[in-house]
T-cell receptor, first 117, second 110 residues
Framework: NAGVTQTPKFRVLKTGQSMTLLCAQD?????MYWYRQDPGMGLRLIHY???????AKGEVPDGYNVSRLKKQNFLLGLESAAPSQTSVYFC????????????????FGPGTRLTVL | DAKTTQPPSMDCAEGRAANLPCNHS???????VYWYRQIHSQGPQYIIH???NNETNEMASLIITEDRKSSTLILPHATLRDTAVYYC???????????FGTGTRLQVTL
């Protein structure tokens, strides 16, 4: 199993350009997440999805859009990149909690390092 | 998620036990304590979680006080590879989201 993979690993954009970050998981997880991490800070949730065809806003959704057309993929889009979006982006997934032992173990990808000039 | 408070940094000698504290005085009865760690530049990694009983797995032990207002993550024999930022999170487990704070930066030294 590859787990959670992210493409690309690195990207440099100019202000105003657009791009899409791809997250893929092969664990048949229902929930998927996009976080951003700025230097010296913890992770902040951008958007998440609790199943195919669903999306929801997280803590810092402005300037980003997402889509979950397939269960295994979660796409993060930047329509018009800004320098404030320079960050490391992490994708994560988790299984649906079942039974009495609810378990919030999220599996993370290796990250995408994005620089917006 | 209930608010958690962790020291910003700690040091530990290699081979010794690393004891990382976390305060969660407002934790509710249905919230678990989760620990994750993030090794430099990598995605966070789940370590362990518990509700009110002490827990142990191959990576660490989790000690939760009887009043559940604080907990300690124990790495019994720290190695250089345990140098990382450790996050303590209080969460119901069924909640869709986790809230990551700034964590404790553990530096393991020779």
């Amino acid at each position: 199993n590859a787990g959670v993979t992210q493409t690309p690993k690195f990207r440099v954009l100019k202000t105003g350009q657009s791009m899409t970050l791809l997250c893929a998981q092969d664990m048949n997880h229902e929930y998927m997440y996009w976080y951003r991490q700025d230097p010296g800070m913890g992770l902040r949730l951008i958007h998440y999805s609790v199943g195919e065809g669903t999306t929801a806003k997280g803590e810092v959704p402005d300037g980003y859009n997402v889509s979950r057309l397939k269960k295994q993929n979660f796409l993060l889009g930047l329509e018009s990149a800004a320098p404030s979006q320079t960050s490391v982006y992490f994708c994560a997934s988790r299984q649906t909690p079942l039974g009495r032992e609810f378990h919030n173990e999220q599996f993370f990808g290796p990250g995408t390092r994005l620089t917006v000039l | 998620d209930a608010k958690t408070t962790q020291p910003p940094s700690m040091d530990c000698a290699e081979g010794r036990a690393a004891n990382l504290p976390c305060n969660h005085s407002t934790i509710s009865g249905n919230e678990y304590v989760y620990w994750y760690r993030q090794i430099h530049s990598q995605g966070p990694q789940y370590i362990i979680h518990g509700l009110k009983n002490n827990e142990t797995n191959e990576m660490a032990s989790l000690i939760i006080t009887e009043d559940r207002k604080s907990s300690t993550l124990i790495l019994p024999h720290a190695t250089l590879r345990d140098t990382a930022v450790y996050y303590c999170i209080a969460n119901t487990g069924t909640a869709s989201k986790l809230t990551f704070g700034t964590g404790t930066r553990l530096q393991v030294t020779l």
